[in-house]
T-cell receptor, first 113, second 112 residues
Framework: DGGITQSPKYLFRKEGQNVTLSCEQN?????MYWYRQDPGQGLRLIYY???????QKGDIAEGYSVSREKKESFPLTVTSAQKNPTAFYLC????????????FGPGTRLLVL | SQQGEEDPQALSIQEGENATMNCSYK?????LQWYRQNSGRGLVHLIL?????REKHSGRLRVTLDTSKKSSSLLITASRAADTASYFC????????????FGKGTLLTVNP
């Protein structure tokens, strides 16, 4: 089965803690994305990566960091600098410039203890 | 910043009726896409329409694009309870075909 997996489904963060959300795809897509969704809102772009070892800030990158060491993987770290991290986080991928359709994972809900 | 704005914010209809959702945007686009999101799940791509296209069909879905009015509509015909979901429009504009800008969505409820 081809697709995008995200783990965990739920994640709890304590004050001052960094947490990492996993995103893996086996679609052989070059581009990957991280979005944040707040209740009743649309998606806001955190970071995106067009190719391995390269990534760009999106609209709300402050307090987040990413890496893209492998084509299949694009983990997102929510750092302690992100003061309001409670949200639903969605990872997506796309083939690349020639095909803009994005394919989404099931999401990770991050809650603060 | 939000490029697309869906209207209405919420829509409730009976099974078998048609549902129409609208999306307006502010700047010129390369393409416009519609996605569906079931509660607490990821988004599913429905249809993509390019700036030089005026209408596209996919099964029970019909999408129109009016670039002069900077607006698009999504029509779902003969709706089913399983169509209950939030529907988002997303635009790609400028030199980037990677970045999509999403609206806040329309919550569609189809009552059996």
């Amino acid at each position: 089965d081809g697709g995008i997996t995200q783990s965990p489904k739920y994640l709890f963060r304590k004050e001052g803690q960094n947490v990492t959300l996993s995103c893996e795809q086996n679609l052989n897509h070059d581009a990957m994305y991280w979005y944040r969704q707040d209740p009743g809102q649309g998606l806001r772009l955190i970071y995106y990566s067009q190719i391995v070892n390269d990534f760009q800030k999106g609209d709300i990158a402050e307090g987040y960091s990413v890496s893209r060491e492998k084509k299949e993987s694009f983990p997102l770290t929510v750092t302690s600098a992100q003061k309001n991290p409670t949200a639903f986080y969605l990872c997506a991928s796309s083939i690349g410039r020639a095909q803009e359709t994005q394919y989404f994972g099931p999401g990770t809900r991050l809650l603060v203890l | 910043s939000q490029q697309g704005e869906e209207d209405p914010q919420a829509l409730s209809i009976q099974e078998g009726e048609n549902a129409t959702m609208n999306c307006s945007y502010k700047t010129s686009i390369n393409n416009l896409q519609w996605y569906r999101q079931n509660s607490g799940r990821g988004l599913v791509h429905l249809i993509l329409i390019r700036s030089n296209e005026r209408e596209k069909h996919s099964g029970r879905l019909r999408v129109t694009l009016d670039t002069s009015k900077k607006s698009s509509s999504l029509l779902i015909t003969a709706s089913r309870a399983a169509d209950t979901a939030s529907y988002f429009c997303a635009t790609s504009s400028g030199g980037s075909n990677y970045k999509l800008t999403f609206g806040k969505g329309t919550l569609l409820t189809v009552n059996p």
